[in-house]
């Protein structure tokens, strides 16, 4: 699951002021006044779920064909990197010049971006390619907030954005079945040539309908912003700092860890902390309350998450004996929940209750990543990490919506586009994070090697000990989680 996520409630117009925002139309997110650009906004977020789940699963294939297999951790390395620095220009240019730019473009470069891939002869073309769609996924995700804050009143954006959650529910399921089937039967390629063709849904029923309700500056009468250089250089530190900690990350997941593998790691971390203190708001580390709060809790909620769902397979195969497809489904059940999560928090009646709901949501998260390992006890029935995992959904989609609520709530139009960047960057960030850290502790601890080219014969090898030193501490970041959410409590902008 990512970051496009739920809003609700009827509080004081977050866009309030916005150039064609609907003043008094009472419809929800399907009335006449906002069809034609929830349709279109949903339509893009389905399409990026359904990217993100078919393409891991041809990926491997495409690697081993372009003679890539050393390089497979670039070929996602790329992606995240590039995003991360489109996420902050997106932020600058939607307050700029409003949404409407940066989102054609996105979604232009992430369709160019899979033709390139799909297209390319040599495994560093494809690398390539998978940089271009970055840089269009991170303007695509942050536009989307600003056209959410812009378009939608107070009361529909819990709505529209919990559709954004159930947005992922059919790919998660969906697209790995079919990635897998078209790449046997017809090869990779189009797995990636053949998503671009929807682009133009999207474009043809969106773009003229945010071009109507949240196109221009976000105050009619006030001086455009002319973009702001230091932060684009943060930018580019945080992306290249990032990449270096998850080639780092990888290198010790796969080689265990060595002295090589730690100085990529240390000087992404140089880089990163000076562009992580100059682009979060100010107060982040030290969970000041209000928006600072709503930031930092989005990266602890979704690092933490992610971290220890990415072995919740790897433990399943190795330790109690599953095939891969059985371990796959045993997350499934968690797409339905993490979207019921987002759709509970988005009824008006719940708003009152939202500064107990958060931190309740992020006590189940940390309570479903403790249980987890619970299944290393051959005794214990393998169900269980189904059932648990679906209750942290549940926890996710409420707290991931919540902070997108707040997140809008809190920021004054002018400053939707920079401060969604920042919620974006600090749930990026934590995840590259928490995986690396998570993953050179397996390691260590001997769990052998994580990722594609994991086979049978080593993972067997994996020691228990190595998967509950990975689960434990993940909990522990969640329950410290359930903290900062108690402090989400800010001074809402009008």
Known sequence: MTALEPRDAEVAPAAAGTPGAPAADRSGVLGRAHRALSVGIIAVVLLIAFEATAV??????????????????????????????????????????????????????????????????????????????????????????????????????????????????????????????????????????????????????????????????????????????RRIRLAFGISLGAGLLQYAGQAASVHGVRWLSLLPAAVGGALLVPAVLGLLPRGTYRAARGLPSVVLLRGVAAGSFIAAESFVPLMLVTQRGLSPTAAGLSLAVGGATWALGSYVQSRPRMEPYRERMVPGGMVLVAAAIAAAPSVLITAVPVWVVAVAWGVGCFGMGTVIASTSVLLLKLSAPKEAGANSAALQISDGLSNVMLLAAGGAVFAALGGGAVGSAHTASTASASHPAAFAAVFLPMAGVALAGAWVATRLGGREVK
Do not use: C, K
């Not at 790329?78 to 473009?105: I, K, N």
């Not at 033709?115 to 840089?135: E, H, K, P």
């Open 56 to 229: 891991g699963t041809a990926m491997p294939v495409a690697a081993r064909e372009l003679n890539g297999v050393s390089l497979y951790a670039f070929a996602f390395s790329s992606y995240f990197t590039t995003s991360l620095f489109a996420m902050v220009l997106s932020g600058q240019w939607s307050d700029r010049s409003g949404p409407l730019a940066p989102l054609a473009t996105g979604i232009s470069a992430f369709a160019a971006g899979l033709l390139l891939s799909g297209t390319a002869d040599a495994m560093w073309l494809f690398i390539l390619g998978r940089a271009v769609q970055g840089l269009g996924g991170g303007l695509v995700i942050v536009a989307l907030y600003v056209v959410v804050g812009r378009a939608y009143p107070a009361r529909l954006q819990p709505a529209i954005l919990a559709a954004f959650a159930a947005s992922w529910v059919v790919p998660s399921v969906v697209g790995p079945l079919v990635s897998g089937t078209v790449t046997e039967h017809l090869g990779w390629r189009w797995v990636f040539v053949g998503i671009p063709v929807l682009v133009v849904f999207p474009l043809a029923l969106a773009l003229p309908a945010i071009r109507r309700t949240a196109a221009g500056p976000a105050e009619a009468g006030v001086p455009v912003p002319a973009f702001d250089r």
